[in-house]
């Protein structure tokens, strides 16, 4: 397969070769002495492309259209605009393609993968893409189609990429986590491929992605990033085992429990008894999850588990940063007809998204420049005090309808209540 | 080409690709705890017990690389691993006595064990220079430089509590919110290469994409083209992906910042973004000296001066933003202060000061 080509000159990049940490140049170096492989030449250019970066403090690539047969999008095309000078990775396109939930892989599995991009690729492969794909990257535009065949033929399917659902990710809950509050790996499969084909062809006013986090400590940065986040959630008691309470006391003393568990409680809600117990006033605690994350053995979440849904995170452009904001306080996760809900919720969300966003405008955009109230009015959900952080400070807005607004309040308030709200232990 | 039809499958089952004692046990986890840096050990209601052992990579792996990791799983780890989010991955093992020759053929591997617990764990970083079609620096070479610095604390847990670290190569910030983030700033508008824009651009779009109303449809020499006001911009970049004529990379002028601060749990206080703590630092590579000295100076502060279990944004929170200046050596300046839309929201609206 060699071409002859020699390995270019990288004084820049060989400076990242040295130090205590892997080194992907030492790894694209591997792939471009490959000589006996397709991809070669091609790794040889690329680094090239990469050095003269470094050197001119400029990227090189462009995007375009490159495909696969029925689907709209997951393919990343790159063109490189210096392809004169390195003519052999003029293409170097990315195939996004989904992982198991929670990152999970059989050697066999990634071997296999191996194969099939030392055949049709450059041998250069991202685990993980920021939004959770498999980022194979470095394809000929002719080779995109093979590739993307043989990955399908193993169980693999492309991922999200423009104005479409996107590739989501779930942490490693249920699998290998205590604070897990419901099946995050089923939720992420029975939601996305629900949606498969608002990801596969593109229709949406913009991108639009579900993250699903097992407890409130949010591993899938799902409040921040997601437009759909799906927190893992409890509302009875947290459980606690008052032995290991007393154990842990034990091993680390009395004022270790103060200064890093009692008085980290933000609502004040713990409280070390003379007897080295714990008492919790369940109705305050806010299920921040710091004390049970401490004390691993003694406490944990409650039995009546479920999720909590925010809406409309996403980063700076355009109007500036939004986190997710509570459209559904609780939703319990035990039954098929529990995680169906969650999808037909999902699925009213991204419609009203779809019918009255503008374009390139995310759902947190769409929800500020209509208004919250509207939004859930529209897509039908019902509004709790646990969705503001306090009521509006102006009286700006005209409140003729107050006495029906004040009846659906109490209407709403006749369906709740079955649960239990929780109280001392 | 074939005329193969996809088989459209989505998220593949978890099942097959799942370790068998994680299987077993799903969903009925009881506690947990940490032996030793880069090592989690979890007990479940069945009494089972599962050891992993956690490593950096270089997230951009070339086949070798998998291969290598693949056959340590195999020799080591029944044939099983997985990666976190931030590009780790991890072993799974069922016994005590198979961590330690685990730690040891990863060691030999050059794959750090660590990022457990209170310590700086790998950087969640974008794609830059090696693939990105709009990015004004690279990610992994300034990754790779950061951590050959943090090295020791990926692989101890003496940090006050996790410090996240993230790059991003424009104002986009797909490296996402951070202890510390690591993120381009331009400090130039857009050149307009005026002889492109009327054939690749859509202008209402570009238009419509500022968020400061800053562009307009102009003719140029003849042509349809944009202009800007440069009063009014900013310098964010939102132009340039839908319209790569509105030029803003600049060897010289796109510079970085570092933001502190974020924290995406929700463990004792809400979520929170990441705030400016310094600007104008050189784009320097192959190795971004100036970023990596300031990052240590801010990590430094946070290690000597915070309290157990605080994140950074916490510490802040606690001593106040003017005893962050001054125990991390950075200049407070008017760019600190937010102009943008809410920005008298952050704002001292009291008398609580501190001096």
Request: aromatic share 8%; proline share 7%; charged share 25%.
């Amino acid at each position: 397969m060699t071409d002859g080509k020699k390995m270019p000159k990288t004084p820049m990049l060989d400076k990242l070769e040295g130090g205590p940490w892997p080194s992907f140049v030492t790894g694209l170096k591997r792939l471009a002495k490959d000589e006996s492989k397709p991809y070669a030449p091609m790794m040889k250019d690329l680094l090239g492309q990469l050095e003269h970066s470094y050197e001119t403090r400029k990227g090189y690539w462009k995007g375009g259209t490159v495909g696969v047969i029925g689907y709209g999008g997951g393919v990343i095309p790159r063109f490189s605009e210096v392809a004169d000078k390195f003519p052999a990775s003029s293409e170097f396109h990315t195939l996004r393609i989904m992982p198991a939930p929670g990152m999970h892989y059989t050697t066999e599995v990634l071997r296999k993968m191996c194969d099939v991009w030392e055949e049709y690729g450059s041998g250069l492969i991202a685990l993980h893409g920021q939004s959770g794909d498999i980022m194979f990257q470095g394809c000929s535009t002719k080779n995109v189609q093979p590739a993307f065949d043989a990955f399908n033929d193993m169980g693999f399917d492309m991922g999200g990429a423009g104005p479409a659902l996107r590739t989501s990710m779930s942490c490693v809950g249920h699998a290998r986590c205590e604070h897990s509050c419901y099946d995050e790996p089923r939720a992420h499969r029975q939601v996305i491929n629900e949606f498969l084909d608002e990801m596969h062809r593109p229709a949406m006013p913009y991108k639009f992605k579900f993250k699903f986090s097992g407890c409130p400590n949010d591993c899938t940065n799902a409040i921040q990033r997601a437009d759909m986040a799906v927190i893992g959630m409890w509302r009875d008691d947290m459980k606690v085992d008052q032995k290991e309470v007393k154990a842990f006391v034990a091993e680390r003393g009395r004022s270790y429990v103060i200064d890093n568990i009692i008085t980290r409680c933000p609502t004040h809600s713990l409280k070390l008894a003379d007897d080295d117990t714990l008492k919790v006033d369940n109705r305050n605690c806010v299920r921040c999850m710091h004390c049970i994350n401490v004390m691993t053995k003694a406490l944990h979440p409650g039995d009546d588990r479920g999720v909590t849904l925010l809406l409309g995170g996403k980063r700076t452009l355009k109007i500036g940063d939004l986190m997710g904001t509570v459209i559904v306080p609780f939703l319990p996760m035990k039954t098929d007809e529990d995680y169906e809900q969650l999808v037909d919720i999902g699925r009213r969300v991204m419609e009203f998204f779809a019918d009255n966003a503008l374009e390139h405008e995310r759902t947190g955009e769409m929800i500020e420049r209509i208004g919250f109230a509207n939004f859930m009015e529209g897509v039908g959900l019902p509004i709790d005090p646990n969705m503001v952080s306090h009521p509006r400070t102006n009286p700006y807005v005209r409140m003729d309808e107050w006495d029906a607004a004040v009846a659906a309040y109490e209407e709403g308030r006749k369906g709740q209540g079955a649960h239990n709200k929780g109280g001392q232990s | 080409m074939s005329a193969r039809r996809a088989v459209e499958s989505g998220v593949p089952e978890l099942d097959p690709y799942l370790h068998p004692l994680l299987k077993k046990n799903y969903g009925a986890w009881k506690w947990h705890d940490r032996p030793r840096p880069g090592v989690l050990h979890h007990v479940a209601m069945s009494g089972d017990e599962v050891w992993t052992v956690r490593a950096g990579t270089q997230r951009q792996l070339d086949v070798h690389t998998v291969r290598a990791l693949c056959d340590i799983g195999d020799r080591y780890a029944d044939g099983f691993m997985r990666f976190t989010s931030r590009s780790n991955v991890e072993f799974m093992v069922a016994s005590q006595s198979q961590v330690a020759p685990l730690i040891e053929a990863l060691g030999k591997g050059g794959f750090p064990v660590g990022g457990t617990g209170n310590s700086i764990s790998m950087i969640s970083h974008t794609q830059g220079w090696l693939h990105c079609d709009i990015p004004a620096t690279d990610a992994s070479g300034v990754v790779k430089a950061l951590m050959d610095e943090l090295h020791e604390e990926f692989i101890h847990e003496r940090m006050p509590n996790k410090l996240r670290i993230s790059t991003s190569c424009c104002e986009i910030n797909c490296g996402g919110q951070a202890d510390i983030a690591v993120n381009i700033q331009h400090t130039k508008p857009p050149r307009i290469n005026h002889d492109a824009v009327g054939n690749v651009c859509e202008r209402p779009t570009v238009v419509a994409r500022c968020p400061v109303a800053a562009i307009r449809p102009a003719l140029v020499n003849g042509k349809p083209s944009l202009e800007i006001d440069e009063r009014k911009c900013m310098c964010c970049g939102a132009c340039y992906p839908p319209c790569p004529p509105m030029l803003i990379n600049d060897p010289e002028n796109s510079k970085i910042a570092i933001w502190v601060g974020g924290k995406h749990a929700n463990a004792r206080s809400k979520p929170t973004f990441h705030k400016l703590a310094i600007a104008n630092l050189p784009n320097n590579p192959p190795r971004w000296p100036e970023v990596a000295a300031v990052v240590k100076a801010i990590i430094h502060a946070y290690k000597d001066d915070a309290h157990d279990w605080e994140r950074l944004g916490e510490w802040i929170e606690r001593i106040g933003w003017p005893r962050f200046f001054e125990l991390s050596g950075l200049p407070f300046t008017k760019f600190h202060i937010d102009n943008w839309r809410g920005g008298r929201g952050s704002l001292n609206a009291s008398a609580h000061l501190r001096f």
